[in-house]
C-alpha cells in the first residue's frame, strides 16, 4: 500500500521543498508592504504612525468612502456567489444528465467571458444597466449581474473538473431507480459529490469580485477597489495599509470558508 | 451570443411542436418508457431548467458583447463603416499587441510550469488540512489580487524605494534600476503578473491533479511500474490536455488584464487594453470615433484563436474518461 502511495503522492521532501521556497517568494511583496506602511518619515526609521491615523476619530469622514466600498463588495460577493450555485450550477447538470449534446455549446457560452475582456464588456454593459437602474434601481448588489459573468469561466471550470471526475449520470440513475425525486438527487446525492467544485467556484467567485476594478470603475460604482484608487492619490500609506487590510479579509474570508467546507466533509464522511 | 440563440431556439422548437413527435433526448430515457406521463413531461421540464440561464447569459453577456462590438463597425454618425479596421494596422497598435502578446506568453508558461509543481506538492498534503486551506485561500486571493493593490505591492517590494530595491543597492551594491527604471515598462508587468498567474495555474489546475484516480497508481504498482513510469506514461498524457488549457486560460487572463497595467504605467499604452482605455478616454481628442471598438474586435479576435485551440483541447481531455 505505502508503494502505491509513493508513486502517485510526492515525497514529504520534496512537497515541502517546494511550498516553502515559493512561499517566501510570494510573501515578500506582502512584507514589503507592511514595512511600507511603517516607515516613519523621510529621514528613515519605522513607527505606527500610519497605522494610528486609520483609527483616529477625526479622519474618519476621509475614510468612510472606503468602508463604504468595503461593504459593498461583500454584498456583491455573496451575490454573485448565489448567482453561480442558483443558476449556472443546475444548469451544469442539467445538461450533463439531459442534454450531452449541449455540452459544448453550455462551455462555450462559459468561455466567451473570458474572451471579452471587462473593459471591451463594459461599454455595452453601460446601456444594459440604464435598463437595470429603471428596472431594480442602482442599489450595488445590482452590479452582481455583471460579476456573476466576469465569474463565469472560473466556476464552470472548478465545477466542470469536478463533475468529470464524478460519475453523475451512475449516482443520479441509482438514486433514480431507489424512488428519489429529481430535487433529491440534485441536493443529496450529487452535490455532496461536487462539494469541492462548488466550493472552489465559490471561493473564486468572491476574489473575482473583491479584486473587481475594470468594470466597478467604469460604471462609476464605489467598491473596495475603486474606493482604494480615491484614497491613494491622497494618502498612499493608508491606501497600502487598507490594500493589506482587505488582503488580510477577503483571506481570512476564505480560509474560514474553506475550513467549514472541510469539517462538514470530515464530519459527513467519517 | 449565436450560441444561447441556437440553444433558446431550440427550446422554442421543441415547444411549438406536438409532445408526441419529441425525439427522445436521451436513449436511457427511451428505454425506460413504460411509464406513460414520465417521458413526455420531463424533457419539456428539462428544457424549460435551460432558461433561466439561457436568459441571464442573454441579458448581460451576448447584449453587452454585441454592443461592445458594434461600434467598432461605426462611424461618428452612426454610418456603418470598416474604416476604424485600418487603426488595427497602425505601428502603435501593433506594437501594442506584440508587447501583449510576449508578455501573456512569458507569464502564462513561467505561471503555469510553477503553478503545476505546486499542484504537485499540494498532493502530499491532506486535503483537508491546513496547509491546503491556506494555499486555498491566498491562491484564491492572490489570484485576482490585481489592479491596484498589486501595483501598490510591487510598487513597495522593487520601486526607486522599495524593500528589496533598496535592499540589495545597500547589503549587496546590486543596482535593479541600472539600465533605467524598468517597473514602469512594459517588463515590469512580468513580476507583478506572475504574482496572480500562479496562483490562478493553482486554482484551475488542481481539480484535474485531484481528479487522477486511486486506482491508475494500483495498476502501475501491480504491473511493476515506478514512481517515474507512473507520472511520465500515465498521471503526465491524463493531465496534458488539462494543462495546456490551464496555459491558455492563463494566457487569456494576462492579455485581457488591465487594472495593474494601469496602476503601473502611467505614461504611454504600451499593451493593448491600455490602447483601449487610452481611446475610450481622448477619443475626441483624436477625432477618432470609435477606435476602442476596433481595438476590442482586434483583441477578440486573438482571444476567439485561444479559445478555440482551448476547446480542441477539451475535446481530448475527454478521451480518457470514459
New interface residues.
Given amino acids: 500500500m505505502s508503494?502505491?502511495?509513493?508513486?502517485?503522492?510526492?515525497?514529504?521532501l520534496?512537497?515541502?521543498i517546494?511550498?516553502v521556497v515559493?512561499a517566501v517568494v510570494?510573501a515578500?511583496?506582502?512584507?514589503?508592504?507592511v514595512?511600507?506602511t511603517l516607515r516613519a518619515g523621510i529621514d528613515g526609521g519605522h513607527d505606527l504612525g500610519h497605522w494610528a491615523a486609520i483609527l483616529d476619530p477625526e479622519n474618519s469622514r476621509k475614510y468612510r468612502v472606503l468602508f463604504q466600498g468595503i461593504g459593498n463588495s461583500v454584498v456583491l460577493a455573496a451575490v454573485t456567489v448565489l448567482?453561480v450555485v442558483v443558476?449556472?450550477l443546475?444548469?451544469m447538470i442539467?445538461?450533463k444528465l439531459?442534454?450531452p449534446k449541449?455540452q459544448?455549446?453550455l462551455?462555450?457560452?462559459c468561455?466567451?467571458?473570458?474572451?471579452?475582456?471587462?473593459?471591451?464588456?463594459?461599454?455595452?454593459?453601460a446601456?444594459?444597466y440604464s435598463v437595470v437602474a429603471r428596472l431594480l434601481g442602482s442599489a450595488p448588489w445590482t452590479l452582481a449581474?455583471?460579476y456573476?459573468?466576469t465569474v463565469?469561466?472560473?466556476a464552470y471550470?472548478?465545477i466542470a473538473?469536478?463533475l468529470?471526475?464524478v460519475d453523475v449520470g451512475t449516482l443520479a440513475?441509482a438514486a433514480r431507480t431507489l424512488g428519489a425525486g429529481w430535487g433529491t438527487v440534485l441536493v443529496r446525492v450529487l452535490l455532496p459529490n461536487l462539494r469541492?467544485?462548488v466550493l472552489?467556484a465559490s471561493?473564486?467567485s468572491?476574489?473575482?469580485v473583491?479584486?473587481?476594478?475594470?468594470i466597478a470603475s467604469l460604471l462609476g460604482r464605489n467598491t473596495l477597489?475603486t474606493s482604494?484608487?480615491q484614497v491613494?492619490k491622497s494618502d498612499?500609506f493608508v491606501?497600502?495599509a487598507f490594500?493589506l487590510l482587505?488582503?488580510a479579509f477577503?483571506?481570512v474570508l476564505?480560509?474560514i470558508?474553506?475550513?467549514v467546507g472541510?469539517?462538514r466533509?470530515?464530519r459527513e464522511t467519517p | 451570443m449565436s450560441a444561447s440563440a441556437t440553444r433558446r431556439s431550440e427550446a422554442g422548437s421543441a415547444h411549438a411542436g406536438p409532445a408526441v413527435s419529441l425525439p427522445p433526448t436521451d436513449a436511457s430515457d427511451a428505454s425506460a418508457a413504460p411509464a406513460e406521463a414520465r417521458p413526455r413531461r420531463r424533457p419539456r421540464w428539462a428544457l424549460l431548467g435551460l432558461t433561466p440561464f439561457a436568459l441571464y447569459t442573454l441579458l448581460f453577456l451576448a447584449v453587452p458583447t454585441f454592443l461592445a462590438l458594434a461600434t467598432g463597425f461605426f462611424d461618428g454618425d452612426g454610418a456603418f463603416t470598416l474604416d476604424n479596421l485600418t487603426a488595427l494596422a497602425e505601428p502603435a497598435v501593433l506594437g501594442a499587441f506584440a508587447s501583449s502578446f510576449w508578455v501573456s506568453a512569458v507569464t502564462a508558461v513561467a505561471g503555469a510550469v510553477i503553478g503545476a509543481l505546486v499542484c504537485y506538492a499540494l498532493l502530499a498534503v491532506r486535503p483537508d488540512g491546513l496547509i491546503r486551506t491556506f494555499v486555498d485561500a491566498a491562491s484564491s486571493v492572490l489570484a485576482q489580487f490585481g489592479g491596484v493593490m498589486l501595483a501598490f505591492a510591487f510598487i513597495a517590494t522593487i520601486g526607486i524605494q522599495g524593500l528589496v530595491t533598496v535592499f540589495l543597492k545597500d547589503r549587496l551594491g546590486v543596482d535593479l534600476f541600472a539600465d533605467g527604471v524598468w517597473l514602469y515598462q512594459v517588463p515590469g508587468l512580468l513580476l507583478p503578473y506572475l504574482y496572480f498567474q500562479v496562483p490562478l495555474m493553482v486554482i484551475t489546475f488542481m481539480p484535474a491533479m485531484e481528479g487522477l484516480k486511486r486506482t491508475w497508481s494500483e495498476a502501475n504498482a501491480t504491473l511493476g511500474g515506478t514512481r517515474s513510469t507512473y507520472w511520465t506514461r500515465i498521471a503526465m498524457p491524463i493531465l496534458a490536455p488539462s494543462f495546456l488549457g490551464s496555459l491558455l486560460l492563463l494566457f487569456a487572463n494576462a492579455f485581457s488584464s488591465y487594472a495593474t497595467a494601469a496602476a503601473l504605467i502611467s505614461q504611454g499604452a504600451q499593451i493593448v487594453p491600455l490602447q483601449i482605455r487610452g481611446a475610450l478616454i481622448s477619443e475626441t481628442v483624436l477625432g477618432r470615433e470609435n477606435l476602442a471598438g476596433s481595438l476590442a474586435i482586434g483583441m477578440i479576435v486573438v482571444m476567439v484563436v485561444m479559445m478555440t485551440a482551448y476547446s480542441a483541447l477539451q475535446a481530448r481531455t475527454e478521451r480518457w474518461q470514459r
Fill in positions: 508503494a502505491v502511495r509513493d508513486s502517485a503522492t510526492p515525497s514529504k520534496a512537497s515541502r517546494i511550498l515559493v510570494f515578500v511583496p506582502i512584507l514589503s508592504m514595512e511600507f448567482i443558476l449556472l443546475p444548469t442539467l445538461v439531459r442534454f449541449l459544448r455549446v462551455e462555450f457560452v468561455i466567451i467571458p473570458i474572451t471579452v475582456p471587462a473593459i471591451v464588456l463594459v461599454v455595452g454593459l446601456p444594459v449581474f455583471a456573476g459573468i463565469l469561466p472560473y471550470r472548478a473538473a469536478n468529470q471526475s440513475e469541492r467544485g472552489t471561493v473564486i468572491v476574489a473575482v473583491l479584486g473587481e476594478y475594470t477597489q482604494l484608487v491613494s498612499p491606501a497600502v490594500a482587505a488582503l477577503a483571506f476564505l480560509f470558508i474553506g475550513r472541510s469539517i466533509r470530515i
